[in-house]
Structures are given as C-alpha cells and as structure tokens.
C-alpha cells in the first residue's frame, strides 16, 4: 500500500538520536491499540547499527478474532524494512502473539533475520540474552486458554482506556493509563510481575550472561537482580518505551509517552560492572 506519511521520509534530519543499538518489543501491531504513529516518529528519528525486534511485533491473536491493519501499521514495517535495506542489522526475536514466525527462525525477509533468541555483546563486554519472555510465562505455559481470555480482557480495558482519555483530553487533562495503574496496584499483578522477572533472571544466570533483554509485561524496567542485569524495553501499545545502548555500552530506556529520557536508568551500570557472571554451564 502507498503512503504519503512523511515519517517515512528523512531518516537522518537534524535531532536523530545516535546509538549503538535499539530494542523495542510488544508494539502490537494488527490492534487498535498500537500507537503506530509515535512509533514511527520515534523509528524517524533514531539511527542505529542493529534494531532488535524482541516479540509480539504483530498481534496475530488479535488478528484471527478481527482483521485491523490500517495504513499506519504497514508504514511501520516499510519503515523496519527500509532501516535493514540501509544497513541497520535487524533481528526479530517472535513472541506469544506473533509465535506463527517461530517456524521459520535462522530465514532471513528483506534484511530481518528471524531468531528464536540470542546473545547481544555490549561495547564494554556483556554478554546479554535476548529473549521475548513469554516462555517464562506460567499462564502461557500451562493454561494457554486462560492467556487467550486475559488477552480478550485486556483489549477490554485498552478500549476502555481510550474513550477515559478522550474525556480527559477534552478537559485539559494529561493521558494516564489504567491498565498501567492495575498493574502497579492490584497485588496480584505486582507478584505477577515480580515471579516473572526473577525467573528470567534465573534463566539468564544458568545461561552464563551478565543479563537480559525481554519483553512481554510491557512494564519497562532496567535493575540488578541477584547479579544479573534485567532489562525490560517496554511496549508500544501503552509505555512507549524503547531500550537503547550507547557506543560506551550504557544502557538506557527511552519513554516516549512522557518525551523525556530516564537518566536513573544509566545508574546501574556501575553495579553491574563489578559482578561477572558466576562460572557455571549455559543450560
């Protein structure tokens, strides 16, 4: 499909944000509730050597319930398409939600090589394991069904979300997210979260890496966990959130949805520094 959208246009204007590498995850894209447009202005306006794409890029669940494809969301992957044909190295890591491309992990389409996971080297020398998350998803892995009912509720809830904000749009008032609220206050999905981060850190640790990069809770999130770094770059659905490495090795998560950048963030790599993974066997 043709498009006029000028964020298609123009990848180095004045501004573009410099990094060594990109990775964003959970955009969604087949959902209403994709926000395509930002991020697009935000694949505009970053340059990197290697953009890794780290699952649920395209919702196929959400796709075999209703069709949605507007022209943005095909603009967003002309605009992927477009970096691999200029040189950025492309690796898509598939989730949950668009799991049908694990079945043809080690292809390479258009420059976007297709893995089932993999190591990232930092500059500064982590090892750091890329993984989209859901595999350590217990209601994934052991009640599918209910996972597909979660999903049915959640796109409740976004839907529910975007007529909120337009209320709150006409009376002046800023976007807040109440799927973001409930997870940071309804208990059990604060132990969700947190039964989810240390069992990928316990994964990365049998893997012999010095961290994680993942996805699938679009809750971003960069701390230490018993040694080993945690990084979680968030979603494009209601975060806006991206995880970027510097040409140092710094790492960084980029929030779109608030427009500034989170220098808290860059605290942890002193910490991280002086614990080298322990010496054991990658499982």
Same mark, same amino acid.
């Given at each position: 499909? $043709?498009?006029?959208?000028? =964020?298609?246009?123009?990848?180095?204007?004045?501004?573009? /944000?410099?990094?060594?590498?990109?990775?964003?995850?959970?955009?969604?894209?087949?959902? $209403?509730?994709?926000?395509?447009?930002?991020?697009?202005?935000?694949?505009?306006?970053?340059? +990197?050597?290697?953009?890794?794409?780290?699952?649920?890029? /395209?919702?196929?669940?959400?796709?075999?319930?209703?069709?949605?494809?507007?022209?943005?969301?095909?603009?967003?992957?002309?605009?992927?398409? =477009?970096?691999?044909?200029?040189?950025?190295?492309?690796?898509?890591?598939?989730?949950?939600?668009?799991?049908?491309?694990?079945?043809?992990?080690?292809?390479?389409?258009?420059?976007?090589?297709?893995?089932?996971?993999?190591?990232?080297?930092?500059?500064?020398?982590?090892?750091?394991?890329?993984?989209?998350?859901?595999?350590?998803?217990?209601?994934?892995?052991?009640?599918?069904?209910?996972?597909?009912?979660?999903?049915?509720?959640?796109?409740?809830?976004?839907?529910?979300?975007?007529?909120?904000? =337009?209320?709150?749009?006409?009376?002046?008032?800023?976007?807040?997210?109440?799927? =973001?609220?409930?997870?940071?206050?309804?208990?059990?999905?604060?132990?969700?979260?947190?039964?989810?981060?240390?069992?990928?850190?316990?994964?990365?640790?049998?893997?012999?890496?010095?961290?994680?990069? +993942?996805?699938?809770?679009?809750?971003?999130?960069?701390?230490? /966990?018993?040694?080993?770094?945690?990084?979680?770059?968030?979603?494009?659905?209601?975060?806006?959130?991206?995880?970027?490495?510097?040409?140092?090795?710094?790492?960084?998560?980029?929030?779109?949805?608030?427009?500034?950048?989170? $220098?808290?963030?860059?605290?942890?790599?002193?910490?991280?520094?002086?614990?080298? $993974?322990?010496?054991?066997?990658?499982?």
């Amino acid at each position: 499909m $043709p498009t006029t959208d000028p =964020r298609m246009d123009h990848d180095d204007t004045p501004g573009t /944000i410099h990094v060594r590498t990109v990775w964003i995850s959970d955009l969604h894209l087949g959902t $209403p509730g994709c926000q395509a447009h930002a991020l697009l202005d935000f694949l505009r306006d970053v340059h +990197c050597e290697t953009l890794y794409l780290v699952g649920d890029i /395209i919702d196929g669940w959400q796709l075999r319930r209703s069709w949605y494809w507007p022209q943005a969301h095909n603009d967003v992957v002309q605009k992927i398409l =477009r970096k691999a044909r200029k040189g950025t190295k492309v690796i898509f890591v598939p989730g949950n939600h668009d799991e049908f491309a694990r079945r043809y992990v080690t292809h390479n389409f258009g420059g976007v090589e297709v893995m089932d996971d993999c190591i990232h080297v930092t500059a500064d020398g982590k090892r750091l394991w890329i993984t989209h998350g859901d595999l350590f998803d217990g209601v994934i892995q052991c009640a599918k069904w209910l996972a597909y009912t979660g999903d049915v509720a959640y796109e409740f809830v976004l839907k529910l979300n975007r007529w909120f904000n =337009r209320v709150r749009a006409r009376m002046g008032l800023p976007y807040w997210s109440l799927s =973001r609220y409930l997870k940071l206050k309804v208990k059990r999905a604060v132990s969700y979260v947190g039964d989810f981060e240390a069992a990928v850190a316990r994964e990365a640790r049998k893997r012999n890496v010095h961290g994680v990069v +993942c996805g699938h809770i679009h809750h971003a999130e960069i701390r230490e /966990i018993d040694g080993i770094l945690y990084c979680n770059d968030g979603d494009w659905v209601e975060s806006l959130t991206a995880l970027v490495e510097y040409h140092d090795g710094r790492l960084e998560i980029i929030d779109r949805g608030e427009m500034v950048w989170r $220098p808290a963030a860059m605290e942890v790599k002193a910490a991280v520094e002086v614990r080298p $993974p322990a010496e054991t066997a990658p499982a």
